[in-house]
Nanobody, 123 residues
Framework: EVQLQASGGGLVQAGGSLRLTCTASGFTFVDDYVIGWFRQAPGKRREKVSC????????SYADSVKGRFTISTDNAKNTVDLQMNSLKPEDTAVYYCAADQNSKCWSLRGQYWGQGTLVTVSS
């Protein structure tokens, strides 16, 4: 079965960096897919952070993270990373990886979800 596992969260000071990893099983990112990241913070709506498409390699980012976050894939490891730089306290959230099949990048809604990993950015 398709499973996603998010890892890499932790505590970091504002301005620092973290790298989140989404590890997939049950399918490979070489196949048709869109995979990306959502985040949810208390008192805030769920936000789509970023996505990447295997079909054309396209990536998209939320305005709130554009220029600071970078999504990439490692097909050999069947993982998707989210490099987060210049972190801000408002980036604090539980980050979830999600995947869709036969979708466009920013249309990602999440047929499959990981368990989430907590990112806390202190000021």
């Amino acid at each position: 079965e398709v499973q996603l596992q998010a890892s890499g969260g932790g505590l970091v000071q504002a301005g620092g960096s973290l790298r989140l990893t989404c590890t997939a099983s049950g399918f490979t990112f070489v196949d048709d897919y869109v995979i990306g990241w959502f985040r949810q913070a208390p008192g805030k709506r769920r936000e789509k952070v970023s996505c990447i498409s295997s079909s054309d390699g396209s990536t998209s980012y939320a305005d709130s993270v554009k220029g600071r976050f970078t999504i990439s894939t490692d097909n050999a490891k069947n993982t998707v990373d989210l490099q987060m730089n210049s972190l801000k306290p408002e980036d604090t959230a539980v980050y979830y990886c999600a995947a869709d099949q036969n979708s466009k990048c920013w249309s990602l809604r999440g047929q499959y979800w990981g368990q989430g990993t907590l990112v806390t950015v202190s000021s």
